[in-house]
């Protein structure tokens, strides 16, 4: 799915991040079953994760924290996962955005 850098801008960071964990839930999904799959779920992920970066809004507090996320995404799809990242906590981390509550 595409969207228009100013679409996401209007959206809350909220929604911004519960975007990105359905993309980064479809990357782990398809991780076995079809790494091609999984890749272009990730890189969708990634472009959100840059436009959310990029939104003037979200640079407070969170900035630091979407910044650390793109790092520790990146380590568990491309690197060695030296953060030892699991399914179930990148999952468990995005949840609380799908969930209407924030940390």
């Known amino acids: 799915m595409y969207i228009t850098k100013e679409k996401w801008f209007s959206?809350?960071?909220?929604?911004q991040m519960s975007n990105i964990g359905a993309d980064v839930g479809r990357s782990i999904n398809w991780?076995?079953?079809?790494p091609?799959?999984?890749?272009?779920f990730f890189e969708q992920a990634l472009i959100q994760l840059d436009l959310t970066i990029?939104?003037?809004?979200n640079h407070t507090s969170s900035l630091k924290e979407i910044c650390?996320?793109?790092e520790v995404l990146a380590d568990y799809f491309l690197g060695s996962n030296i953060y030892g990242s699991t399914e179930k906590n990148?999952?468990?981390y995005f949840y609380t955005f799908s969930s209407g509550t924030t940390k």
């Open 68 to 70: 650390r996320l793109k």
């Open 31 to 34: 991780k076995k079953k079809a």
């Open 36 to 40: 091609e799959r999984s890749r272009q």
């Open 11 to 15: 959206l809350p960071l909220q929604a």
């Open 54 to 57: 990029e939104d003037k809004k």
């Open 90 to 92: 990148l999952n468990n």
